[in-house]
């Protein structure tokens, strides 16, 4: 029974998408018959300076070793403050935007059956919706493995540290949406089966002594969702040297995402599959 | 007598563009016959954080006030490195970008008669340039105004923190065609009147208590360059509601620019003029 909402915005301070929806909602709510929703501004120090994060990304913070130890890091410390705010919570929908392409991408990062049907209504109701699912990461847990059930929007392309309307009321759209088939518990419907985008790998830009050395092709650009084939260009060198594709088809994902950079992904490869 | 020519990216060390063209200069030098050029990645403690600035903006710190006085902002310290190093330059080219839709931009802020001729030249043969000059700001002064003739590059939309491969080499092209005019003396031509935009007004976002309450108007992105006129929606408040433009018809620049939310600047208001 979902009963207790959060939504959280700004988890990445420089995505300001959500993090004003959630201003938004706390001056006004969304009206609910059945269902309570918790609005979190959850990096409001990393917002406040419009930055992705102070110490360390808080959407890799939430792992036990990072949520038992004191630590120096805000976002350790607004970790376990967060994660004490969420503990009666149901549901999470988590609120983030990229430089890539990636539309309005609705992100599982767990297998469970309630997460997967309200992902599978979400693109049943809307156009232009992928489902994706990145089930691990090397650098610590997301956000939503504190909670039971969860999903992610991920919106883009958008620059970090700005606002576009169209963006913003897309998203606006997407969460209502979703709070609407909570609140009348309207989403656990026989659904035909679903295409989903599993991360399965990641591709580094290429570098020389750990600096960058080629940037993401031109024909690569904006191509989230495609299909990479053996001998497609996927980088080009500061000389204009290409370099291609040598492996398996698989779906490109998070192509050039500011944010990557430092993380050493130029982009993740993806397997299609059905749910 | 043009003779030592500076090229300074990174000023801002989130624009990478600028900073990587730097970087790769400085590796393989451009050929000339007769100038000199130094290379300078002019904030590499911003780059190497991917920030726009670590304590205050590079590009405001070149001011008397910031020169003289001992100071705790590494900026501050780094603008006197800066002017030293460019005590024997006769012509600077600065290298930018912008989330904005500036194309490529050749902006003037001094009014001197060989820096005027290079950005015409530049336009005279290059497709979709466009001049902008900006003569004043209140933050502090440019790094233009501590050599006799200068221009700066702004090329966008591209986000804070990315390189996009099209933008890179469109950059390099036209920073190898000032060089070259340099090298050999090819710009003091009589060219036609040239239309330029003056900035002469700054439009700041909607705020209530000091936050931004409203967006840019769907209509308005990317419209850079545009005329402006009454009655045109600028904005649209988080709740749909759109507010207009109420002024003598101007053209609309540097529009939704990530580091100008903090400035209080939504986007810089110019008139037409010709030189």
Redesign the interface.
């Known amino acids: 029974m979902i009963k207790n909402i959060a939504i959280t915005g700004g988890v990445h301070g420089n995505e300001l998408t959500g993090a004003?929806l959630i201003?938004?909602f706390q001056k006004r709510p969304i009206k609910t018959k059945n269902i309570n929703i918790d609005y979190i501004l959850a990096n409001p120090k990393a917002f406040k300076e419009?930055?992705r994060y102070i110490d360390y990304d808080l959407n890799r913070s939430f792992s036990i070793n990072a949520l038992k130890e004191d630590s120096h890091f805000y976002e350790f410390e607004r970790a376990k403050v967060i994660k004490e705010r969420l503990k009666n919570c149901d549901f999470l929908l988590d609120l983030h935007s990229t430089?890539s392409n990636m539309k309005m991408s609705v992100v599982l990062s767990k297998d469970d059956e309630i997460s997967n049907l309200i992902a599978k209504e979400i693109k049943n109701l809307h156009e232009d919706v992928y489902i994706l699912r990145w089930f691990s990461n090397s650098e610590g847990d997301f956000i939503n493995s504190i909670v039971p059930h969860s999903i992610t929007l991920e919106v883009g392309?958008i620059?970090?540290?700005?606002?576009?309307?169209?963006i913003?009321?897309k998203t606006e759209k997407i969460v209502k949406s979703v709070i609407e088939m909570l609140d009348n518990n309207s989403f656990k419907k026989e659904l035909n089966k679903t295409e989903v985008y599993d991360i399965v790998d990641i591709v580094d830009f290429p570098r020389e002594n750990g600096?960058?050395s080629a940037?993401?092709?031109?024909s690569l650009?904006g191509k989230d969702y495609s299909l990479l084939k053996k001998g497609d260009p996927i980088f080009?060198d500061?000389?204009?040297k290409e370099i291609f594709y040598e492996n398996e088809p698989m779906y490109a994902v998070f192509i050039?995402e500011?944010?990557y950079?430092?993380k050493k992904m130029a982009f993740c490869l993806c397997e299609k599959r059905y749910i």
Do not use: S, W
């Not at 620059?159 to 169209?166: E, H, R, T, Y």
């Open positions: 004003y201003k938004k419009c930055k430089t392309p620059c970090q540290g700005v606002l576009d309307a169209d913003f009321f600096e960058i940037m993401i092709h031109p650009i080009v500061f000389n204009g050039n500011a944010a950079y430092e």
